[in-house]
């Protein structure tokens, strides 16, 4: 369902990003409330650290910190199923 042709970041590398994120405490350990809204592009995603493309879903996610991220259809996924699988 996400083809990730714009993506050329690795889910690998992803996933471990976000382990890396999580572990810091950038990112919840699991995934909270996210809001998708179409991308007006210029931004770039928490995880992968690439840029969302303009009109593409972007889901936007509050932390208990209160920091705003913003992350691929793609990245949210890949946290999910981190948050979801192995430690
Ligand atoms: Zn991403």
């Known amino acids: 369902m996400v083809s990730g042709d714009a993506d050329p970041v690795p889910a690998s590398v992803v996933r471990r990003r976000i382990r890396e994120l999580v572990r810091g405490g950038v990112l919840p350990a699991k995934p909270e409330s996210t809001l998708a809204v179409p991308s007006p592009g210029g931004r770039l995603c928490t995880a992968c650290g690439s840029a969302i493309e303009p009109g593409t879903p972007e889901h936007e996610t509050l932390t208990r910190a209160n920091v705003r991220l913003r992350l691929h259809s793609r990245c949210r996924d890949l946290w ?5 699988g192995e430690g």
Not at 80 to 84: G, K, S, V
């Open 80 to 84: 999910m199923n981190e948050a979801e």
